[in-house]
């Protein structure tokens, strides 16, 4: 019985094929490579845990710049930006340590690579993920820091 | 002549020993392998006789000490080559972190699919390898039967002409085993060609048309599974519904004869068609009555 049924979905299948001919180089397949690293980035734990440290860090720069009297800005600046450049590297490191490795190890690059992806496009892709991610966290971080110098500049030049 | 689907000439493979170059582990002696378009070629043999090593070079993904394979006449070791493979590697592992709709997704996409027409075969292949419910979890908490049913949508995501199946069965339940044992006789029927190395015997005799026996890397038999399992000075009476006497009177003539009868027994079904009777009626007593009473 299933087997009848197997066949009749075999040939609905059969019947949307658009075999699309081979292309020696797809930007589409590397973009299917890089959005598939991004996600599998995004969806590690320790992305958010970084990136909520480096937003604390931020946030706190407010607190540590009032111990300055004179120069609270140029604190608040030194702060967010060392910690928008130290999280960041953090960020490309514990990104980029497991990726390659991971995929061998887990055979998980055997069922792309069997697929008619060349070797060349996968490491791109993958980079380009790592890229896209680390461009991402340093969009969230500026923006952090950007209101936290907006909100104390209105609070201490604007007069009262 | 049309092009083989697979050819294999004279296939080495050494993986060399780190700082010795000069001593290497041989995984395979000048395998010379022949795999015409639509048969289901099995290939077998004990573990570490170099069953997957032959597969990842056909496939492309290791490279051969000596020797070439071509798929359907392209070499392996180019990439378009892969355009008209699918391949299920042992143990599928996937993304843990995606959903089987995502998985399939990706996979589409570097087959360059895209859009409408990815959407309907995803869900088609889902419907095909029996995998529709549980949508939203993902890949991580699946077990070891559905990673590779998910394998095998993903091996045919593109149409493939050729499809390498290494161990399809291993690690599914038998009923599930089974439904991949019709999938591949269906894949068979609309003429695509299908290597695989089973793990159990049984199931290769049953779907394979031609065979190859592995052995230390060795190529030490190969040939049509009929042709091979024969025994050439038997032969085997099936009847039903026969007296006693008409047993005796064919036991009589078969000794006036000078033929010699090696065993008389009680034809038996095979233990693994009772347990799928059994556990069949448990599980589909309420939904599926009808369908058993026809059966039954």
């Known amino acids: 019985m299933t087997n009848i049924e197997n066949a009749s979905t075999l040939q609905r299948f059969s019947d949307s094929t658009t075999a699309k001919p081979y292309r020696p180089f797809s930007f589409s397949r590397i973009l299917a490579i890089t959005f598939n690293t991004l996600t599998e980035l995004t969806r590690l734990r320790v992305f958010y845990v970084l990136l909520v440290f480096a937003l604390l860090l931020i946030g706190c720069s407010i607190l540590m710049a009032q111990f300055s009297f004179q120069q609270e800005f140029q604190i608040l600046k030194d702060i967010s930006l060392g910690a928008i450049s130290i999280f960041t590297s953090l960020l490309a490191i514990v990104a980029t340590a497991r990726l390659l490795p991971q995929d061998i190890e887990d055979r998980t690059v055997y069922t792309i690579l069997a697929k008619p992806v060349p070797r060349l496009e996968y490491v791109l892709g993958k980079i380009a993920g790592v890229l896209l991610l680390l461009a991402i966290s340093t969009l969230v971080m500026s923006v952090a820091f950007l209101l936290v110098l907006y909100s104390r500049e209105q609070v201490v030049i604007t007069p009262r | 002549m049309t092009d083989p689907a697979v050819a294999v000439h004279g296939l080495t493979k050494i993986f060399p020993v780190p700082l010795n170059p000069a001593r290497g582990v041989v995984t395979i002696k000048d395998v010379n392998l022949r795999i015409e378009p639509g048969e289901v070629y099995g290939l077998l043999g004990p573990n570490g006789s170099g069953k997957s090593t ?96 998910i394998g095998l949508a993903q091996a045919l995501i593109h149409d493939p002409k050729l499809v390498v199946l290494d161990e399809p069965t291993a690690g599914v339940d038998l009923a599930g085993s089974r439904e991949i044992r019709d999938l591949i006789l269906d894949l068979k029927r609309r003429g695509i060609t299908v290597l695989l190395s089973p793990h159990l015997l049984a199931q290769a005799q049953e779907i394979c048309d031609r065979v190859g026996i592995l052995a230390d890397g060795m190529l030490v038999r190969e040939g049509h599974l009929q042709e091979l399992i024969a025994i050439e000075n038997q032969t085997e009476l099936v009847i039903a519904d026969a007296s006693h006497q008409l047993v005796n009177e064919i036991e009589l003539a078969i000794n006036r004869s000078n033929a010699k009868l090696i065993e008389r027994r009680k034809s038996t079904t095979t233990l693994e068609r009772l347990f799928l009777e059994a556990t069949k009626t448990d599980k589909r007593r309420d939904s599926n009555d009808e369908g058993l009473e026809k059966q039954t």
């Not at chain 2, 997704?105 to 360059?112: A, Q």
């Open chain 2, 54 to 149: 032959t597969l990842k070079i056909i496939l492309g993904l290791v490279s051969p000490t000596h020797g070439r394979t071509e798929i359907f006449g392209r070499d392996s070791r180019l990439v378009e080559s892969r355009e008209a493979v699918g391949f299920l590697p042992e143990n599928p592992y996937f993304y843990k972190y995606l959903t089987r709709e995502e998985t399939l997704r990706f996979f589409g996409r570097l087959c360059g699919l895209r859009g409408a027409s990815l959407k309907e075969r995803i869900n088609n292949l889902l419907d095909l390898v029996g995998l529709t419910t549980a949508p939203k979890r993902r890949l991580a908490t699946y077990s070891k039967g559905m990673l590779q049913r």
